[in-house]
């Protein structure tokens, strides 16, 4: 599938994403969504913030800061339930929860996640 279609996707889905969240009982926070590659260097190129092939650099990717009674929840274990049902909605989602990112949600394209 083409870099716009899976943009296209995520989209789509990440309402979804949040909706579940909410019915999880989490509120919300957003992290990080894109990533300027002008700012932060383009795919390809080195640069100082994240992988140089972050799918947040391709708008495939967010970080979602979830809080419960009020409490920020900084673990993996945290977002697994959420994680868990991010991973079943499409052949392309992928959870951080995997590689050590607990609230990095996205869509994989081309190796990165």
Same mark, same amino acid.
């Given at each position: 599938?083409? $870099?716009?279609?899976?943009q296209?996707?995520?989209?789509? $889905?990440?309402?979804?994403?949040?909706?579940?969240?909410?019915? $999880?009982?989490?509120?919300?926070?957003?992290?990080?969504?894109?990533?300027?590659?002008?700012a932060?260097?383009?795919?390809?190129?080195?640069?100082?913030?994240?992988?140089?092939?972050?799918?947040?650099?391709?708008?495939?990717?967010?970080?979602?800061?979830?809080?419960?009674?009020?409490?920020?929840?900084?673990?993996?274990?945290?977002? *697994?339930? $959420?994680?868990?049902?991010?991973?079943?909605q499409?052949?392309?989602?992928?959870?951080?929860?995997?590689?050590?990112?607990?609230?990095?949600?996205?869509?994989?394209? *081309?190796?990165?996640?």
């Amino acid at each position: 599938m083409k $870099l716009g279609k899976k943009q296209e996707l995520f989209m789509r $889905l990440l309402p979804r994403l949040i909706d579940k969240a909410h019915k $999880l009982g989490f509120e919300i926070r957003g992290g990080d969504l894109f990533r300027d590659p002008r700012a932060f260097g383009a795919m390809g190129v080195k640069g100082p913030y994240g992988n140089k092939y972050s799918c947040h650099k391709m708008k495939l990717a967010i970080d979602l800061n979830l809080f419960k009674d009020g409490e920020f929840i900084e673990t993996t274990e945290g977002h *697994q339930e $959420l994680g868990e049902w991010w991973e079943e909605q499409d052949i392309w989602t992928c959870w951080g929860g995997r590689f050590g990112d607990g609230n990095h949600y996205s869509i994989t394209h *081309q190796g990165s996640k």
